[in-house]
């Protein structure tokens, strides 16, 4: 339909379905519900929609990647959790799809230990925001409807 909103698909990987419990003094107290509404608050500001997702298995992140494509998605925002540092398959999806991919952390994983200084999703993503707590996605989000 022509009156629908562009959609901008947000995906969440593993354990970040325990925001606000795990570890707030690196995470926030944000949970990943707050963290959609924002998200939703703003996406209506904005003029598109938002449909957030998270599991814990690689291969549904990857699947969601793929149908983001398939559906025509205006942007993906990924959080890919600890996936970040270990999934060369994460890295092909994103390199195999047409959509841009904003890869999003709360934490600045180049300020923690060495082995999260390295992300196989950010070398395929359109760009990375980092260390702004719940605020990376809602920037991440500006950046999906200006690119």
């Given at each position: 339909?022509?009156?629908?909103?562009?959609?901008?698909?947000?995906?969440?990987?593993?354990?970040?379905n325990?925001?606000?419990?795990?570890?707030?003094?690196?995470?926030?107290?944000?949970?990943?519900?707050?963290?959609?509404?924002?998200?939703?608050?703003?996406?209506?500001e904005?003029?598109?929609?938002?449909?957030?997702?998270?599991?814990?298995?690689?291969?549904?992140?990857?699947?969601?990647?793929?149908?983001?494509?398939?559906?025509?998605?205006?942007?993906?925002i990924?959080?890919?959790?600890?996936?970040?540092?270990?999934?060369?398959?994460?890295?092909?999806?994103?390199?195999?799809?047409?959509?841009?991919?904003?890869?999003?952390?709360?934490?600045?994983?180049?300020?923690?230990?060495?082995?999260?200084?390295k992300?196989?999703?950010?070398?395929?993503?359109?760009?990375?925001?980092?260390?702004?707590?719940?605020?990376?996605?809602?920037?991440?989000?500006?950046?999906?409807?200006?690119?």
């Open positions: 339909m022509a009156d629908e909103k562009p959609v901008i698909l947000v995906l969440n990987g593993p354990n970040l325990l925001l606000g419990l795990r570890e707030p003094e690196i995470y926030g107290r944000d949970t990943l519900d707050d963290i959609a509404g924002k998200l939703e608050d703003r996406a209506q904005l003029g598109v929609s938002v449909d957030c997702r998270q599991s814990n298995h690689e291969g549904h992140l990857i699947d969601w990647l793929h149908e983001a494509n398939a559906r025509g998605a205006k942007a993906v990924l959080n890919p959790g600890g996936y970040t540092h270990t999934s060369v398959a994460l890295h092909d999806a994103i390199k195999s799809i047409t959509v841009p991919v904003i890869e999003v952390h709360l934490s600045n994983p180049h300020a923690r230990e060495a082995f999260r200084h992300s196989f999703v950010g070398q395929a993503a359109k760009g990375t925001i980092a260390g702004f707590g719940a605020t990376g996605y809602l920037l991440a989000l500006d950046a999906a409807v200006r690119i």
